[in-house]
């Protein structure tokens, strides 16, 4: 703190007060202040959404199977092996809805955490930023505070013995 002080004054504004070194804020690392929430949150809608749709798509597509597979039965005649293929057909796609909309829900599920977490963030990264400005506008106000340490009289000149007749 001490080497704070030392230094002399600048003039820092707090919009543009910014750590030495440092070209940027930690809220600037996400899009941007409320886009970047925007994003999020639609982020977050579409992947609950989607979430709720799969399950409700498989089990439409499952119906629609079943529907396909009384047709097949009905149409075909005992002991022909084409009857036999398009059943089988059938149970493999099945098997393929059921393993499709498992894995695009566990997606979804896993996107939905990560917007949620991606926000959680993006406000934690806004409230530092706000913390810092203050801390730097702190240090700014410091700054233009300290006076430089006496060194005698104003008029002496630099290397001079001060004056002692007293």
């Known amino acids: 703190m001490a080497d ?18 440092s070209n940027r804020w930690l809220s600037s690392y996400f899009i941007g202040g409320g886009a970047s929430w925007l994003l999020l949150v639609i982020g977050q809608f579409v992947a609950a959404l989607a979430c709720i749709a799969i399950p409700i798509g498989v089990v439409y597509q499952l119906g629609l199977l079943s529907e396909a597979e009384k047709v097949i039965e ?10 036999g293929q398009a059943a089988a057909g059938v149970w493999g796609a099945r098997g ?3 393993v499709a909309g498992v894995l695009a829900f566990c997606l979804n599920a896993a996107l939905l955490v990560v917007f949620k977490r991606a926000n959680a963030l ?12 203050q801390v ?7 700054r233009s505070r300290v006076t430089p340490p006496p060194s005698g009289r104003q008029d002496a000149e630099p290397g001079a013995a001060p004056d002692t007749a007293g």
């Not at 009905?74 to 009857?83: E, P, Q, Y």
């Not at 990264?125 to 810092?132: F, I, K, L, R, V």
């Not at 730097?136 to 410091?142: F, K, N, R, V």
């Open 96 to 98: 393929a809805v059921v």
């Open 122 to 133: 993006a406000r934690i990264a806004a409230d530092q930023d706000a913390d810092n400005k």
């Open 74 to 83: 009905s149409a075909g005649r005992a002991g022909d092996a084409r009857v």
């Open 136 to 142: 730097w506008q702190a240090i700014a106000d410091l």
């Open 4 to 21: 704070l002080l030392e230094e002399s004054p600048s003039p820092v504004h707090p919009e543009t007060a910014r750590p030495p070194g």
